[in-house]
């Protein structure tokens, strides 16, 4: 499996941006997908979880009410829709599926990882 973020970029403090991660080389619709992220220094922490078919996402208390994950199997694409970003959420984003699709917010239970994708918000 092989996962590519895109859509990371530079917005200003109070804006919104999405990001996107698209799946090649497996069944995406039976993983559930996570993204992450991370800043220099510090160890990679949970931003959202989406359950396979998407009936059911998680979030981070810090982006609660702000961002929202969706997926669309069909185009094998999980989303992050970030809305009123803060400084504070200036990380590389990394979305990761976890093949036992059990709902996770921690690293190791996750399988593949994408590249990461830089989203920088200005003050």
């Known amino acids: 499996v092989q996962l590519q973020a895109s859509g990371g970029g530079l917005v200003q403090a109070g804006g919104s941006l999405s990001i996107s991660c698209t799946a090649s080389?497996?069944?995406?619709?039976?993983?559930?997908m996570g993204w992450f992220r991370q800043t220099a220094g510090k160890e990679r922490e949970f931003v959202s979880y989406?359950?396979?078919?998407?009936?059911?996402?998680y979030y981070a208390e810090s982006v609660k009410g702000r961002f929202t994950t969706s997926r669309d199997n069909a185009q094998n694409t999980v989303y992050l829709h970030m809305n009123r970003l803060k400084p504070e959420d200036t990380a590389v984003y990394y979305c990761?599926?976890?093949?036992?699709?059990?709902?996770?917010?921690?690293?190791?239970?996750?399988?593949?990882w994408g590249q990461g994708t830089l989203v920088t918000v200005s003050s």
């Open positions: 990761a599926a976890n093949l036992d699709g059990i709902v996770s917010t921690r690293t190791p239970d996750f399988d593949y």
């Open positions: 989406i359950t396979r078919m998407g009936g059911s996402a």
């Open positions: 080389g497996g069944i995406f619709s039976s993983y559930g």
